[in-house]
């Protein structure tokens, strides 16, 4: 992750972008939401999509057409749910795409899936299930930012091997390849990940704290309000 322009097959490719287009459009009608309903929500929402560029920017090469590196989604997430994160991330991807040949567009749809879609969901839930048990806010942001992190991975190993299986042992042996090249890189950039999330959110809770209420963040009773089935879908 990024895969690299034209490294999938065509089919593949257009499989991923449509695979990915109702997320990214429903995300899209959650973040007009979220401004029209808490314009000052912006600057938030800004600095979200600024530390996932700048983390999923890096790069450290991991194996023929993709590379290793932070995803920045973790964060997101937990502050304005992944349908929203699914937005920035995919318009992350296309700057990236655009402006540092970092993925490509026709690997776009793929690229979403995996880092602005699957990952904020595994990491946002993951956050929410360590909450519903009453774990400390910064321990289930660092496990949320960790698994958004390395879910991303998982999924473009799965990607790849879909696209690339092994001539011997098929899928299941070009998974295991690709699995194991980015578990080596990528478990230490995610510690890494959520260890810089979780000094994030105490930099927010110092500065944003009536935001950081008003989005369930950080809740004032004993217990953690949860969102109904009906806003946790709407936003």
């Known amino acids: 992750m990024h895969i690299a322009e034209g490294f999938l097959p065509p089919a593949h490719a257009v499989a991923w972008g449509i695979a990915s287009a109702p997320f990214v459009v429903h995300g899209v009608r959650a973040l007009s939401r979220e401004v029209r309903e808490h314009p000052e929500s912006t ?8 530390f996932t560029f700048v983390l999923s920017a890096l ?13 920045g989604t973790g964060l997101g997430a937990i502050l304005f749910r992944p349908p929203v994160m699914t937005v920035l991330g995919t318009i992350t991807l296309l700057f990236q795409a655009l402006l540092l040949a970092h993925g490509g567009l026709t690997t776009l749809g793929a690229n979403a899936f995996s880092m602005a879609i699957v990952g904020p969901w595994a990491g946002y839930g993951t956050y929410r299930l360590l909450r519903r048990f009453a774990v400390p806010l910064m321990v289930a942001v660092f496990f949320g930012a960790f698994v958004a992190d390395l879910s991303t991975y998982c999924v473009t190993s799965v990607q790849l091997a879909l696209a690339f299986p092994d001539p011997g042992s098929g899928f299941l042996g070009a998974l295991g390849k690709f699995g194991s090249i980015f578990a080596v890189t990528q478990i230490p950039l995610a510690v890494s990940e959520g260890l810089l999330t979780v000094l994030v959110m105490r930099l927010l809770v110092q500065s944003s704290k ?11 009773g004993r217990r953690q ?8 879908v709407a936003r």
Do not use: F
């Not at 090469?61 to 290793?68: D, I």
């Not at 009536?210 to 004032?220: A, M, P, S």
């Not at 309000?225 to 946790?232: D, F, S, W, Y």
């Open 225 to 232: 309000a949860q969102p109904t089935g009906t806003e946790a």
């Open 59 to 71: 790069k450290l090469p991991s194996v023929t057409g993709s590379c290793s590196h932070p995803t």
């Open 210 to 220: 009536g935001e950081l209420t008003r989005l369930g963040v950080l809740v004032t």
């Open 43 to 50: 600057l938030l929402l800004g600095a979200s999509g600024a």
